[in-house]
Nanobody, 124 residues
Framework: QAQLVESGGGSVQAGGSLRLSCTTT????????LAWFRQAPGKEREGVAA???????NFAASVKGRFTISQDNAKNMLYLQMNGLKPEDTAMYYC??????????????????WGRGTQVTVSS
C-alpha cells in the first residue's frame, strides 16, 4: 500500500534553513501531483508548494522566493527546501499526493494520500 513519510523537520532560528523530505513506498509513474501543506495550531491547513509530473511548480505567495520544491524520481523522494525561515512558518508540514492527475493545486481537498507530518518550529 502506498504511503508517504515526511522527515527533516526541526527547530531553527529565524533566517535559518531546513530541507524536508517525503518518501513514498510505492511510486506510480505517469501523471501525478505532489504537494507540501502546513497547518499551525488553530489554523486551517494551507498549501505551500506543489509540483506535477511535468515538473511544473506552484508556490503560496507567503513562501515564494524562499521555498523550493523538487523531486528525485529515482529515489522516490519529494523535497521542500526552506530558506529564510520566519516564525510564521512554524507549523506541522505534510506531503500529499494525487495519482492520475497532473496539477499544481494548493487545495487540500484535491489530494488523496497524506503523510503524518513533520514539525517545523522557527524561533525569533
Amino acid at each position: 500500500q502506498a504511503q508517504l513519510v515526511e522527515s527533516g523537520g526541526g527547530s531553527v532560528q529565524a533566517g535559518g534553513s531546513l530541507r524536508l523530505s517525503c518518501t513514498t513506498t510505492r511510486y506510480t509513474k505517469g501523471a501525478y501531483s505532489l504537494a507540501w501543506f502546513r497547518q499551525a495550531p488553530g489554523k486551517e491547513r494551507e498549501g505551500v508548494a506543489a509540483i506535477d509530473s511535468l515538473g511544473r511548480t506552484n508556490f503560496a505567495a507567503s513562501v515564494k522566493g524562499r521555498f523550493t520544491i523538487s523531486q528525485d524520481n529515482a529515489k522516490n523522494m519529494l523535497y521542500l527546501q526552506m530558506n529564510g525561515l520566519k516564525p510564521e512558518d512554524t507549523a506541522m508540514y505534510y506531503c500529499a499526493s494525487l495519482v492520475g492527475v497532473i496539477s499544481t493545486s494548493l487545495r487540500a481537498y484535491d489530494y488523496i494520500l497524506w503523510g503524518r507530518g513533520t514539525q517545523v518550529t522557527v524561533s525569533s
